[in-house]
């Protein structure tokens, strides 16, 4: 045996070398060609594919497949999307070598061309679930581009406009809407001052009233007042709403919303305003964050945004909504859209970074097992399997939250706003907290390549890693989330009633069993996975309900009862989150008829419940699981991923992200670094 | 014989002519008073060839070329016509999928394969070089992919190498079924070369002597008889601009209306020309054929062919639309060049109508077309790509 291994290695080593020989670079023809040692050979040509893509692409991209598509060709066609060759390939992605000015200008020229294509039609005049579900589509299209472009455009579209459609009447709508789509004028939003970010009730810009001339009159009073973070500020953006404290008469009725323009049409900033830059960031260098000063801006009494509030020309402060905190709700609506968005777009770039990562492993290999052996394609390791395919799986369970999400927010009503609040945050939190996971571990499963800005993974950790703090910073929005189901809670004791809402309708059901045995049958059951978050969700709702009472009980505030309580209130966010993320799943899962695709589906979600559940601690802390329980799962989890990986090429081919999004690695990574593809 | 360096003529199959040289076969298209269109017997036979060259490793280059003023006009849609008026529509569905076959077989051809573009290239003989490695254009080619005026739709793998075509000129050609020179050809990627005609021959003699399958060594051989020619003022080609502004919109109408403002902008033959032929072609078929090519340039050659499988299967089965025999009747037949469309007028024809042709054709016999297994996949067959513009 011995020998033969030798000779064999012998043989090997001979043929490398007489490659080399033979193809001294004094040959004329295309020396490194005929001595490639490896060669690439595309996954499609030994994966299969057992169910669908079209089909499943349509779960998971739920609407307008093929306005995406167009979108999609659009950008892949256009020399300002930055086509670029790579091994026969054309990739499209910004040119993040550009400096930071250079970058803010191309996302400017984007913008116009993606206009004057029409593809903001209808964005704000517009009405319709239709024409709402189509702008979301371009906008998650958009993302997956550049996240510096749609954020331009969330801005502009969604907290600009969005707040002029949502705090305004007629008369803004009327003059304000229009121009915006067409871009006549440029919005931001100035909220966030150097002082106050997450508490938004704490800002410090304050605005008086002067009835002689029928002014507002803005004022910047100290420096953590200045605004900060303005996404358009810096270059572009030629109006602001300004979030101000609204003093009237010596009396503070608290934060409204005023429009201020900063610019005028050539681009000068106005008198009155001082802007500087927010300077260099570590991503998202497309967006001109800047920082803004106010120094007695005047502003006509008709630019509040007065459909929660109004001063009468005369100075006198009217308002439907009595209730301070009820207005100040009121003003913090249009930000539930941008949580909307923000978690689904994470989710998008999850998908770019577990398409690129699981291509990439199904064609590169990395030692033999055995002597002389071919080496071992990545993908057929069980670690890297349990790298990649856990992630996968949370991010499939991740798109179907999103989009639940963005039903409910479509069909909102005044009734839903408060699921809507907790729902948004929580997901938004999760989804984009994932998103930072799943980007790291790509990055690491593509070794060096993954450092490659063209390959785009590891890039994406620093354009996205944005979205864990803006529209709400996810331990305060998680924090929030858990003050609300402890309201739920405090108010169904007081009322003694059942839970209504909010999903946890389950905490008026005797108290879920997890079973001493726990065979395979029984692990991958939605019966068992989803009783095992409703107890966890329960259990750590009474523990913290309890927690809380127990410190007030010893004299603490309710308000400080609450920050001692942060541990479980950490957890109990978890819980409500994964429980609610599960049950979306299953909702999807449920629309699709038996067969292949709901077979994978099932694994799929099975992978995901599982993986919560070995991950989160407090199922062994607080005993929900047995040690022996924690073991089986933890073993299941193992079996589940052998059985994903003969579809993980076809689960991200139905991401129906188009290659010219992804990087070279996602393809011939072998000719897009050949000597013939350096440009000599 | 088959190491002997003369050419030697084997004419055992008179409508597809092989010559054998030192380690190059070159396969000539014989139907010249047909303009060559393929005919079942000419599609059989160019597989059953490109098979087995494939395999064969004292082959190591395919020229393909035309006899007389085509390279090829076009699949023998007449001989379809006749199937489907005999009742038979699957013996055309037969046709087109060992059509498609071949284009799948010559776009994943481990060996290059070298056409020579001498005279008209529609169609079918679209299908048959612009899969290939290299494609040399001439003063007298003419490439045009007309299927939208005849009912139907750029089929042949044209929703694969259209869309890659830089910006939006694929839409462009494949929607109105412009006509485009040799000069332009290479300028948008479709040719790889341009040789003059009457360097041909020499080309093809040193392609002859040529022995090796490295495609670099294929293209330098080209280059050194290759020239770069004129566009032509008045070319398509110089008009990129305004085609991207039409051409990218999102439907057929939307495409129409903002030809018809640049047209008001600016009086112009050529955005006139453009209208005309939009109006012109089916509107069914314009319809079918913007989402195939926008479908096409996100996905692979394969699926493109198995959507445009579909597809033909729809038209030939007639229950969607007639626009396909109504074409034929009006341009071939009776040439009135009159169609009746049916439905007459874009805004009649809904998205789910258009929906239909994507879907499989509900027939108990019918299924998808089944492409074979390759090892070579070659990823985009045109040179220029959106860049060089």
């Not at chain 1, 009595?322 to 859209?337: E, G, I, N, V, W």
């Not at chain 1, 924090?479 to 909010?502: C, D, I, M, N, R």
């Not at chain 1, 299953?586 to 979600?605: D, I």
Request: charged content about 20%.
């Amino acid at each position: 045996m011995a020998s033969q291994y030798s000779s064999e290695r012998t043989w090997f080593r001979t043929r490398i070398l007489t490659n080399h020989f033979l193809s001294s670079p004094s040959q004329s023809v295309s020396p490194l060609e005929s001595n490639a040692c490896l060669s690439y050979s595309p996954p499609e040509l030994h994966e299969s594919y057992d169910f669908y893509t079209n089909e499943m692409r349509k779960l998971l991209d739920m609407h307008n497949i093929e306005d995406r598509d167009w979108l999609f060709g659009l950008m892949r066609q256009s020399k300002v999307f930055n086509p670029q060759e790579k091994g026969g390939r054309v990739y499209v992605a910004p040119d993040y070598n550009q400096s930071m000015e250079q970058q803010r200008e191309m996302t400017m020229r984007r913008i116009a061309y993606l206009l004057e294509r029409g593809i903001f039609n209808g964005w704000l005049t517009g009405k319709g679930l239709e024409l709402e579900m189509k702008k979301f589509a371009f906008l998650e299209v958009v993302g997956i581009f550049d996240h510096s472009l749609s954020v331009k455009l969330g801005v502009h579209f969604f907290l600009w406009g969005g707040a002029i459609k949502f705090f305004g009447t007629e008369r803004h709508h009327d003059k304000w809407l229009r121009d915006t789509e067409t871009y006549a004028i440029k919005g931001c939003f100035a909220m966030s001052e150097l002082g106050h970010g997450s508490n938004v009730r704490g800002i410090e810009t304050v605005t008086v009233y002067d009835s002689k001339t029928g002014e507002f009159v803005i004022n910047t009073p100290c420096e953590s007042a200045q605004k900060y973070w303005i996404g358009g500020a810096a270059n572009h953006a030629t109006h602001t709403i300004v979030f101000s404290q609204l003093n009237i008469n010596g009396s503070n009725e608290g934060v409204h919303a005023f429009i201020a323009q900063i610019r005028d049409a050539d681009g000068n900033i106005c008198p009155n305003i001082r802007i500087a830059d927010c300077g260099h960031k570590i991503g998202l260098n497309g967006v001109d964050n800047g920082r803004i000063w106010f120094n007695n801006l005047r502003i006509p009494r008709e630019n509040l945004l007065n459909s929660v509030a109004d001063v009468s020309s005369d100075g006198k402060y009217l308002s439907a909504i009595k209730d301070p905190d009820q207005r100040f709700a009121a003003f913090l609506a249009p930000l539930t859209s941008g949580r909307v968005t923000i978690a689904v777009s994470a989710i998008y770039s999850s998908k770019i970074s577990l398409a690129t990562a699981i291509r990439y492993s199904l064609t590169r290999r990395a030692f033999s097992i055995t002597p002389n052996g071919p080496e071992v394609l990545l993908l057929d390791y069980p670690s890297h399997q349990r790298r990649l395919l856990p992630l996968l799986a949370k991010t499939y369970a991740m798109s179907f939250a999103g989009n639940y999400l963005k039903m409910i927010y479509w069909k909102r009503t005044p009734e839903s706003n408060k699921t809507l609040h907790v729902v948004s945050s929580a997901f938004k939190a999760t989804l984009t907290w994932h998103n930072m996971r799943t980007l790291q571990e790509c990055r690491e499963a593509c070794g060096g390549q993954g450092l490659k800005t063209e390959n785009r993974v590891g890039h994406l950790k620093s354009e996205y890693d944005v979205q864990t703090t803006f529209e709400g910073d996810n331990n305060v929005l998680m924090q929030q989330v858990s003050k609300a189901l402890l309201a739920e809670y405090v108010a169904t004791q007081k009322k003694k009633k059942p839970f209504k809402g909010l999903g946890l309708e389950h905490m008026n059901e005797p108290c879920p069993i997890i079973p001493s045995q726990l065979t395979s049958t029984v692990l991958r059951s939605t019966q068992f996975q989803i009783g095992a978050f409703c107890l966890r969700e329960r259990d750590l709702l009474n523990r913290f309900a309890a927690e809380i009472s127990q410190h007030q009980a010893k004299g603490e505030s309710k308000e400080y009862a609450f920050i001692l309580g942060y541990q479980l209130a950490e957890d109990l966010g978890r819980a409500f989150s994964d429980r609610a993320i599960l049950q979306t799943f299953m909702e999807a899962e449920a629309t699709v008829s038996v067969g292949p695709l709901k077979n994978v589906l099932s694994l799929l979600r099975s992978m995901y419940a599982l993986t919560c559940m070995e991950e989160d601690a407090a199922f062994l802390r607080y005993g929900y699981l047995s040690t022996k329980n924690a073991a089986a799962v933890r073993k299941e989890v193992t079996k589940l991923c052998s059985e994903v990986r003969p579809h993980a090429l076809a689960l991200v081919s139905s991401f129906g992200i188009p290659d010219a999004f992804l990087g070279p690695i996602a393809y011939n990574w072998i000719d897009a670094n050949s000597w013939s593809s350096v440009k000599h | 014989m088959a190491s002997c360096t003369s050419a030697s003529v084997k004419a055992q199959d008179d409508q597809v002519l092989v010559e054998e040289t030192l380690s190059a076969r070159t396969l000539i298209l014989n139907r010249p008073r047909q303009l060559n269109a393929l005919s079942n017997q000419m599609v059989s036979r160019l597989l059953e060839l490109f098979i087995a060259y494939e395999e064969d490793p004292n082959v190591k280059l395919l020229v393909l070329k035309g006899n007389g003023r085509a390279f090829c006009a076009g699949g023998d849609v007449s001989a379809v016509v006749r199937y489907i008026r005999e009742g038979d529509w699957k013996l055309g569905a037969k046709f087109f999928a060992k059509e498609y076959i071949l284009n799948y077989v010559m776009a994943t051809y481990a060996k290059p394969q070298v056409s020579i573009l001498n005279g008209i290239v529609m169609g079918g003989g679209a299908g048959a070089s612009i899969h290939g490695r290299f494609r040399v254009a001439t003063e007298n080619s003419v490439f045009a992919m007309p299927e939208t005026a005849l009912g139907l739709f750029p089929d042949v793998g044209a929703s694969y190498f259209l869309s890659r075509l830089p910006r939006f000129f694929g839409e462009y050609v494949g929607l109105t079924g412009a006509k485009l020179d040799g000069a332009e050809m290479l300028e948008s990627g479709l040719a790889t070369h341009f040789v003059p005609s009457a360097k041909l021959s020499l080309l093809e003699e040193a392609l002859h002597k040529e022995d090796s399958s490295d495609p670099v060594t294929i293209s330098s051989i080209i280059d050194k008889y290759s020239q770069q020619p004129y566009l032509k003022e008045q070319s398509a080609c110089l008009r990129l601009d305004v085609i991207d502004r039409c051409f990218s919109r999102r439907t057929v109408e939307e495409i129409l209306s903002a030809l018809e403002r640049e047209a008001m902008n600016k009086a112009d033959a050529w955005i006139t020309t453009t209208i005309q032929s939009l109006k012109k072609a089916s509107p069914t078929s314009l319809k079918i054929s913007l989402r195939l090519i926008r479908e096409g340039r996100l996905q692979g050659v394969g699926q493109c062919l198995v959507r445009e499988y579909r597809m033909v299967c729809h038209v030939m089965q007639g229950k969607l639309s007639k626009d396909f025999f109504e074409g034929c009747r009006a341009i071939l037949l009776d040439k009135d060049k009159n169609p009746k469309w049916e439905p007459s007028k874009l805004e009649l024809i809904s998205n789910s109508m258009v929906e239909q042709y994507f879907l499989k054709v509900v027939d108990e016999e019918w299924e998808d077309l089944k492409l074979p297994a390759r090892f070579h996949l070659r990823i985009c067959c045109c040179k220029a790509l959106s860049i060089s513009f």
